[in-house]
Every structure is written in C-alpha cells, then in structure tokens.
C-alpha cells in the first residue's frame, strides 16, 4: 500500500527477498512534469511488480518518473534501477565514490573473491569457514554491472522537482558514497540508510581497504544531527521523529562496542575473528552470539569489527602486529 507522507510525497514499499528488513521504503515526489524517485528496491521479478502495484497505487506509473536518485549503491536501494531506466529513460543520480561497488560487488570477479578470501584469512577466519567471504556475492545477487548513473554527484547539490528541493549530503560510512536528502522547507530528511529508527547501518571495512569508514560514518552522523527537521523518512524500517535523539544512540552503540573490543583486547593480542566471537551482536534484537550468526551476517560482522579496529588503530589505543600472514591486534 502506498502511503502518502506529506500532499507530493508518498512511500513505496518494496519487498528485499529473504531479509529480516522486509522491504526497501522507496520515496515518490511529484513534480509539475512526471515524478522523482527516490531508490529503487532489490532487482527480482517479485520486486519489480511489488513497485509497479505500489506506483499505481500512487496513480503513477513507471513511464511517469523523470529522476532517480539512489541513497547508496547496494543491492536493495540500486538494484530496480536499470529496469525502470528502460521503461522511463529517467535521469539517475548517484555520489561517485559508490561506483566502486559495482566493479566489486556487483561484477564479481573472480580475482576480487580470491582478494577477499585472503582478507578474511589474513584476519584470522580459518579457511574451511570461507564461506562467510563468499557469502554476500552468490547467487541473484550478481547480476552484472548495473545502469551507470547520468549525474556523479559529491554532495552540496540541489536536485528539484515541482515544490521540492532536495539538499544532497554526502554521508560516507555505510557505503563510502552514501548520500541523505533534506528538503529544508517541509523539514524532511530522507535518511538512507545511514540513520534507521531501530537497527544500526552495519559499517564494514572492504577487503583491502586503507580507509576509516567508521570514523566517517560517525562524522557524517554529527554532519546531520542538528538539521532543522521534523520527520525522518528512512529507507526500511518506520518513519520517526527525533533525529538527534536516534544520532546520539547510534553514537552510543559504537562507543560500547569499542569497549567491548578493548576489553576483550585487554587478555591478550586476538585476530579480528577471534574479537568477532566475544562481541554481542544485534543489541536491538536482544544480543546474538556470532556463532549463531547466518555466514553472510558473519561476514559482515568481521568486516564491522575490522572497522572498529581500523578506528582504534588510528586513535593510537590499538596496534597490529603480523604473525604467518595474519594480522593480531593488541592494546598498546
Ligand atoms: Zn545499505
Ligand atoms: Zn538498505
């Protein structure tokens, strides 16, 4: 069911298959000639449709959207966009530095997955549990290189549509290239992923990646939590209201995982899948022990944990040494 937001502005629910976030919360703005859409949702048939019904439903209809702009490259915000280019021919929007993930995640090659594979054994995951780096690539997921965008945006840009003009904001820490939009006169803040209502956006440090995503992530949540805005329109999950509130409990978590890595750091040097064991993962959902964990969520709590140890090794508490090819982290 589609739900209208604000006269303009409806939501659109489309269905991410086998994941416990259910849906993908797609945004529809009318302009004074055809629509803008913000995401796309998971590129399968059952999807597809969902979005179809759901835009009829708003009385629009695929032909009718002129602009795409998509928070972030991943699969389930990306993945319909290249199928409702053809039908549209809309002009998609998108931050450069994403782009890096369909060379990686979307094209999968085969020399990419030996990278990883040797990442997550350098990081101490056993080899015969290589399928939590194989995990996340298999299967409907890779589906070729995607619709390039037509506009590379950086941030700071102003995309319009009928009485709606949207702030670009450049977010990096989920995705390096995440953007969110605010929509300053309505007070609205279309999230993204980068702040959700009750689970918090998993930071992941890529294979072989010199960066800081977690350090970024928490600078670019500062970067929004005081912006003048009264509804938070994220892309799963519940629309809310408190967006300096739900900013500083994101904060919060990350501040007591970093203590639960240095207090784990604090019997002995540990490779970052060894750390991964002693962290409770999924708070929200009352704790869940990485063992339990399903070898995708694995994976990607390696690469969270990776993430945090990256922060603390630049924040000088932590160092790395390297033992037959594998790195182990102790305090300093
Ligand atoms: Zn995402
Ligand atoms: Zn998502």
Known sequence: ?????????????????????ENTNIYLLRGNDG??????????????????????????????IKQIVVTHAHFD?????????????????????DEEIFRTRYAVTEEYMRQSEDWFYSNGVPRHEMPISRMSYGGPRATGLPQQPDVHLNGGETIS???????????????????????????????????????TPNISLPPGSPGNPLADFLKSLELVRNLDVTTVLPAHENI??????????????HEVRTDEILETLGTGAKTAYEISGFITW?????????????????????????AHLRAITVDGKVKVTTRNNVFYYQCT
Not at 1 to 21: D, K, Q
């Open 1 to 21: 069911m589609a739900t209208a937001i604000i006269p303009g502005i409806c939501e659109l629910l489309v269905p991410i298959p086998y994941n416990p976030l």
């Open 35 to 64: 629509y803008l859409l913000i995401d796309t949702g998971w590129n399968s048939d059952d999807s597809f449709r969902a979005l179809g019904e759901e835009l009829a439903d708003a009385g629009a209809d695929f032909k009718d």
């Open 77 to 97: 915000h990306y993945g319909l966009t290249g199928r409702i280019h053809q039908l549209s021919k809309a002009k998609i929007y998108m931050h450069h530095m």
């Open 161 to 199: 549509t009928g009485i709606f003009n949207l702030k670009v904001i450049w977010t990096p820490g989920h995705s390096p290239g995440h953007i969110c939009l605010y929509e300053p006169k309505h007070k609205l803040f279309f999230s993204g992923d980068h702040v959700l209502p009750v689970i």
């Open 240 to 253: 809310f209201h408190d967006l300096p509130k739900r900013v500083d409990e994101i904060i919060h978590h």
């Open 282 to 306: 999924m708070p929200e959902l009352g704790g869940v022990k990485f063992r339990n964990l399903m070898p995708g969520d694995q994976r990607s709590a390696v690469s969270e944990t990776l």
